[in-house]
């Protein structure tokens, strides 16, 4: 279709090319931002939980190898000789000859389910400790039977032990803990944790045949003061972050673990864990509210690094796209302004051939016996061929620009001399076409260290433009003189002028300004552009000045040298 234009097919394609994997790249950038939060809030998480499970089995080792062994080791080992028959007195006291203070009540079961429970009596004060055999003493614990016991737990108790025993009545050698009530939530009820321990078929057996289970119920004030806090001391150095144990009852934190000479630390609930459900349901362990902010200050760095690559590899890539959419555009434009180049061109060159071979065709069939038409003629065949190098120099030129193989010979020569070679060669032309040459030239023009043919070029180039765009305008000047170390050559024209926005293009290759003015007129579109390329390697430069409607003035500009020997220049 006529309308899907190569332009149009790129000012298309080019932002969908930007559109696609610039969106792409964003929703994929998104995602990896997304799972860097993942990512470290299941560190955080996992850190938490390795936490807890450490406190656990802590505290378990603990329960296993201190407190369990210690009640074995002190009630247990003295149960036989203690209790060598079932206790009769319901005001029975006895002593043992080490404390336990876990424990807040002893009791022991027969294997028809009754239950002995016996409750610690207050010490008396403890000897003076220069007797150390009375030291050793002040370490035993008096305790009496507990009258009554029906109250829930008891039943409880009782109900547990039992079942136990009818369900496997033989081979329970393990410690079973019981909390009370079920729902550890439930803060009405009194709230207890029993621990017993069956002696069916286990040793010693000896004298107390009748008991089959004996434990104790924890003492909560010790839990709360001593044996979690104990814990946390020897897990100190395993913590990822400081944490507390949480009293689910009594809503209060009883074993803090603090910073380094601070006390206690703000709490982070989000991460409260349950220690144990089964020995501990009433616990959980509580986190500082500094709890994973090292992890999620990594993690932000870490998506501010992600977020600022896949920021500027969009830009980057925006900005290549948008460059390579210009080059494109660019090349486009001066591949139409090339197969504009070649039309005017073509135009350019038939003018003066078609000319030369009217002038030359008159002379060579004799039409003219005048000796005055026929030198008439012969003048305007050599300004017409003259014209034609001039335009064939223009593209030799610039091609070399193009091509970057442009050289200049530099020599001393008169400028005064280049100036009038120069009119004499366009002053033809300007006849024809009605203009009148002012010319004010500096007399005793100093030398200058160019190369001839090329500011020849120039000075012709601002000529034909001025002959070209004069309009309606009758009179061109040129004016050379020198000024603080420059030489200046001015062509003005009062012609129709340029608009100032157009002012910075009209050096471009193939531009010409757009008026329908101009449009009618002659010309490549290289003559200032090759003026300029002169001028500059020549260390001078090309100013202009123009008015709409009123003209232009062109102003080369060219440094005084006071060098005399022949040098190139590429």
């Known amino acids: 279709m006529s309308w899907w234009t190569l332009k149009r097919r790129y000012m298309v394609l080019t932002p969908l090319a930007i559109i696609l994997p610039a969106g792409l790249l964003t929703y994929f950038g998104y995602k990896n931002v997304q799972g860097i939060d993942l990512r470290y809030k299941e560190q955080i998480d996992e850190s938490v939980i390795n936490i807890k499970r450490a406190y656990r089995n802590r505290a378990r080792v603990n329960l296993n190898y201190t407190t369990l062994n210690q009640f074995k080791e002190s009630f247990m080992r003295q149960v036989p000789e203690l209790f060598a028959e079932p206790p009769e007195s319901a005001t029975l006291t006895f002593t043992l000859d080490q404390d336990l203070p876990f424990a807040s009540r002893l009791f022991l079961t027969n294997q028809n389910g009754k239950l002995y429970s016996f409750e610690r009596v207050q010490p008396s004060l403890p000897p003076p400790a220069e007797e150390p055999s009375l030291q050793e003493e002040a370490q035993s614990t008096e305790w009496r039977a507990i009258e009554g016991q029906s109250d829930s737990f008891h039943t409880r108790l009782r109900y547990e032990i039992q079942g136990k025993i009818v369900k496997d009545n033989f081979g329970f050698t393990d410690y079973y803990f019981l909390p009370y009530p079920a729902d550890p939530y439930e803060v009405s009820v009194p709230r207890e944790l029993a621990v017993f321990h069956f002696l069916i078929d286990s040793e010693p057996r000896e004298t107390a045949d009748w008991i089959s289970a004996i434990g104790f119920t924890f003492d909560f004030e010790y839990l709360n003061t001593l044996f979690f806090q104990e814990v946390l001391n020897q897990m100190e150095d395993e913590l990822d972050y400081p944490i507390a144990i949480f009293d689910k009852t009594?809503?209060?934190?009883?074993?803090?673990?603090?910073?380094?000479?601070?006390?206690?630390?703000?709490?982070?609930?989000?991460?409260?864990?349950?220690?144990?459900?089964?020995?501990?349901?009433?616990?959980?362990?509580?986190?500082?509210?500094?709890?994973?902010?090292?992890?999620?200050?990594?993690?932000?760095?870490?998506?501010?690094?992600?977020?600022?690559?896949?920021?500027?590899?969009?830009?980057?890539?925006?900005?290549?796209?948008?460059?390579?959419?210009?080059?494109?555009?660019?090349e486009l434009e001066l591949s139409d302004m090339r197969s504009d180049f070649v039309a005017r061109v073509s135009h350019e060159l038939r003018t003066p051939l078609g000319l030369i071979r009217l002038y030359a065709e008159t002379l060579e069939m004799g039409r003219t016996k005048s000796e005055d038409k026929k030198g008439e003629y012969l003048h305007a065949i050599t300004k017409e061929s003259e014209r034609l190098s001039h335009l064939i120099n223009n593209i030799l030129d610039f091609s070399q620009i193009e091509a970057n193989r442009k050289s200049y010979t530099f020599v001393p020569h008169s400028i005064e001399a280049i100036l009038m070679d120069t009119l004499d060669s366009i002053e033809y032309h300007l006849e024809r076409n009605g203009l009148t040459l002012h010319t004010e030239i500096e007399p005793n023009s100093p030398q200058l260290y160019c190369d001839?043919?090329?500011?020849?070029?120039?000075?012709?180039?601002?000529?034909?433009?001025?002959?070209?765009?004069?309009?309606?305008?009758?009179?061109?000047?040129?004016?050379?003189?020198?000024?603080?170390?420059?030489?200046?050559?001015?062509?003005?024209?009062?012609?129709?002028?340029?608009?100032?926005?157009?002012?910075?293009?009209?050096?471009?290759?193939?531009?010409?300004?757009?008026?329908?003015?101009?449009?009618?007129?002659?010309?490549?579109?290289?003559?200032?552009?090759?003026?300029?390329?002169?001028?500059?390697?020549?260390k001078g430069h090309v100013e202009v000045q123009s008015t709409l409607n009123k003209g232009t003035k062109f102003t080369m500009v060219l440094p005084l040298h006071p060098k005399t020997k022949t040098q190139s220049v590429s």
Do not use: C
């Not at 600022?308 to 555009?329: C, E, R």
């Not at 050379?480 to 910075?504: P, T, V």
């Not at 002659?522 to 390697?537: F, M, T």
């Open 452 to 538: 001839p043919e090329s500011i020849k070029q120039a000075i012709y180039n601002l000529l034909s433009n001025a002959m070209k765009y004069s309009g309606d305008g009758t009179d061109i000047w040129v004016r050379a003189y020198s000024h603080n170390q420059e030489f200046r050559i001015e062509i003005i024209d009062n012609g129709i002028g340029i608009d100032k926005d157009q002012l910075k293009k009209i050096f471009t290759k193939f531009y010409r300004v757009d008026d329908p003015r101009v449009r009618t007129t002659g010309g490549s579109g290289l003559g200032l552009s090759v003026v300029k390329h002169i001028v500059e390697n020549h």
């Open 250 to 330: 009594t809503k209060k934190n009883v074993a803090p673990q603090s910073y380094p000479n601070e006390i206690g630390f703000p709490i982070n609930t989000k991460y409260r864990q349950s220690i144990d459900d089964t020995i501990f349901p009433w616990y959980a362990i509580d986190y500082a509210s500094s709890t994973g902010m090292d992890k999620l200050e990594k993690a932000h760095t870490e998506k501010i690094i992600h977020s600022s690559l896949i920021g500027a590899t969009i830009i980057i890539m925006i900005m290549v796209v948008i460059g390579a959419q210009h080059n494109i555009f660019k």
